[in-house]
């Protein structure tokens, strides 16, 4: 079992930047593809980009396609999240999960077994 803990978020401009990271405890990160997805208020959870479990694959939702990347170093046992040229509806919580689907690619929530608490990110107009 893995636990998983999200930290970066914040209020931010719209057209700034963050990063976040997810930190993994327990157990090596690199068993495990992680996604990052996300869930505004009124809506359900979304994808946001998916990562393999040597980061060889990433996978972006079209909405932040080129102003997002995910990244990952397995010895830091860390995923990242870095969103460029933020915009008012990529306001939401942001979780990272995983799931031992370790090729990456995968979209559905229900496949991912673990969950962080999520962090919160705000992007004023």
């Known amino acids: 079992q893995v636990q998983l803990v999200e930290s970066g978020g914040g209020l931010v401009q719209a057209g700034g930047s963050l990063r976040l990271s997810c930190a993994a405890f327990?157990?090596?990160?690199?068993?495990?593809?992680i996604g990052w997805f996300r869930q505004a208020p009124g809506k359900e959870r979304e994808p946001v980009a998916t990562?393999?479990?040597?980061?060889?694959?990433?996978d972006y939702a079209e909405s932040v396609k080129g102003r997002c990347t995910v990244s990952r170093d397995n010895l830091e046992n860390k995923v990242y999240l870095q969103m460029n040229s933020l915009k008012p509806e990529d306001m939401a919580v942001y979780y990272c999960?995983?799931?031992?689907?370790?090729?990456?690619?995968?979209?559905?929530?229900?496949?991912?077994?673990?969950w962080g608490q999520g962090t919160q990110v705000s992007v004023s107009s």
């Open positions: 999960a995983a799931t031992l689907y370790s090729s990456g690619g995968l979209r559905e929530s229900h496949m991912y077994s673990f």
């Open positions: 327990g157990r090596t990160v690199s068993s495990y593809a």
């Open positions: 990562i393999s479990w040597d980061g060889n694959r990433a």
